[in-house]
């Protein structure tokens, strides 16, 4: 008699082992190329997000699918097609730029897969999409934040850089302008560059020239730490502004001393968790990485795949797209990493600012504001 | 737009576009022997910096004995390239070599990406690397200066081996005839593989120069570069140093030039850079110093 309730039991037990499928879900980053850096922090966000969450609340298992899109457009095609049509993922997480998040949602968008994009702050990203969704702010109220600022610095004039080759530095560029002109501040010049420019002396020299009360650099940091740099070679001494495209170590270690005063718009700091959560990821990246310090891209990591798994703990199939990706549009103050987090019925997160400022090489926190 | 500014801009663009003629010089040079548009001399430019940074970061040496050690390990690396890649194919036709050229490209950007990461690294420049003078009003960094005056010394460096010594005379008639020069007594091989290790060695000193003044180096660093430094080599007569060095400052100027005066246009300044090459190729396609192309060389 024992013998056949233990055999019940064990046979109940690999039925039900059986029946927890593995889903896939996949995360297409770039892993190597000039924005590597982005790539590997928001990665390290999904991948720390789901060994503290490997589970959905049915028992089936989370299977991240990595793959690298370089930070270059027809490898995000290629990979968000693979992920979609061979790997069958449920949703794709990433591809962290706006050029290359616009460009795996226009396909994605035709498959009805769902895309969590955790730092494109592009405006036009969600705009007549269905399946487009975001965990970080956009760029009209990241533009807002940097004018409010300066203009109440009292700075009038501005000269605005802007990265012709990435729709981030436009679209941040275009709100900057809009908001800081109707604020009262006056453009002096709005220059353009490429990224892989290495050499801005010309540029700075133009600006030294012009002598403007502030700089806003909607740019990455490749760029963004070379101008600060030839700069200060050139005796250019201005407050100098980003957004959150420098928001990484990269951009204070390719800067060095020239990046010293330094401000930009960040979405987190690990210095200051707003919740119990947010605090306990600290405490287990840390014990998985050994640093103390989040990045804000990490921390953006992690809220996009616990938003992602949050609804589709909400689907009684979660491996339904198109139920997952309306669940992910009814999130409301999600308890995230980085922060409050609610999702409109655009796909557009609804979250809170910081202001931070560089000095004695890191990247203190001034400021939070909020929508 | 005030005459120091202007002045400024000029500075600037003779510090920029010495640092394309530097890599020009090693284009011209293997073209001139070979026939061949080496697409991986911009590569080997980066391996250069690569090697800069680890002499530096990782074994903390002076400036000076890493300069002399990338030197050495960047001509070794194009001796090798050239015994592994080029020198099997002597006898195919051209487009075959350009062919490898392009390959060897892809596999230093994939090996460098899979070694060191894609991940921009800070450059450690040496601190008086790093003064500035100013002069009259006009702002300079050291690096800025030092990379025209290295060019130039090296300039005349390669204009005397090539017209002085024995070895210049085998590489002047390499560049006439392999065949015939083969049959003279001199090893062709040996020369070419000169050749290749000239060029790596100046690009493995463009290289550094281009880490000192822009600190960071990346596996993707020498593309835009080796491009900009092609067109160059190209503008100024592909196969005359000479011609290497006055295309890139040419380019170098173009590019500030159009900061300068457009600054909208900025963003195309690259554009423009290629523009001047076509324009070249068009009216007068042997470029500025350029002879006849399938006559002389240097």
Known sequence: MKKLISLAVASALTCGVALAKEIKVGALMPMTGTIAAYGQTANLGVELANKLQPKLKNGDTIKLVLLDNKGDKVETANGTTRLISSDKVVAILGPLTSSNTAQAISIAEKKHVPIVAPVATNDKLTTKREYANRVCFTDSFQGEVVANYAISQGYKSAVLLVDQAQVYSLGLAKAFQKAFKDKGGKLLKKIKITSGDKDFKAVVSQIKQLNPDFLFLPLYHPEASMIARQSKQLGLTKPMFSGDGVANQTFIDLGGDAVEGYMFTDFFDSTNPPSQTSADFVAFHEKETGKKEVNSFTALGADSYNILIDAMNRCEDPTDSVCVNKEIKKTKDFDGVSGKISIDKNGNAIRSAVIKEIKSGKAGYKATVNP | ?298
Request: hydrophobic share 60%; proline share 4%; aromatic share 14%.
């Open chain 2, 1 to 298: 737009m005030d005459i120091l500014t202007f002045m400024q801009q000029m500075v600037n663009g003779f510090s920029l576009g010495s640092m394309y003629a530097l890599i020009a010089i090693g284009y011209t040079m293997v073209y001139g022997v070979l026939r061949l548009i080496n697409f991986a001399h911009g590569d080997i430019m980066m391996v250069g910096a690569f090697l800069g940074y680890t002499f530096m970061a990782v074994f903390n040496l002076p400036f000076s004995l890493t300069i002399l050690l990338s030197v050495v390990f960047a001509a070794l690396l194009g001796i090798l390239m050239d015994k592994i890649a080029y020198k099997p194919l002597r006898e195919a036709p051209r487009i075959s070599l350009l062919i490898t050229a392009i390959g060897i490209s892809f596999f230093l950007e994939n090996a460098f990406t899979v070694f060191a990461g894609g991940v921009p690294r800070a450059f450690p420049v040496p601190s008086y690397m790093e003064n500035i003078f100013n002069v009259a009003g006009l702002t300079f960094s050291a690096s800025s200066i030092t990379v025209p005056i290295v060019t130039m010394i090296l300039l005349l460096a390669i204009l005397y081996v090539l017209y002085k010594t024995k070895y210049g005379m085998a590489i002047r008639a390499l560049s006439f005839d392999i065949k015939t020069v083969n049959l003279m007594g001199v090893d062709a091989n040996m020369i070419i593989a000169i050749v290749f290790g000239l060029g790596s060695a100046l690009a493995a000193v463009g290289g550094i120069f281009w880490a000192v003044n822009y600190p960071s180096v990346e596996p993707m660093m020498g593309v835009l570069v080796g491009l900009k430094a092609f067109a160059a080599a190209v503008v100024g007569g592909i196969g005359s140093v000479t011609g290497a060095v006055i295309g890139g400052f040419i380019i170098g100027f173009t590019e500030v030039v159009v900061i300068t005066f457009f600054p909208e246009l900025g963003g195309y300044k690259d554009a423009f850079a290629f523009v001047f090459l076509i324009l070249v190729l068009l009216f007068k396609p042997t470029g500025i110093m350029g002879e006849d192309l399938e006559k002389s060389r240097f």
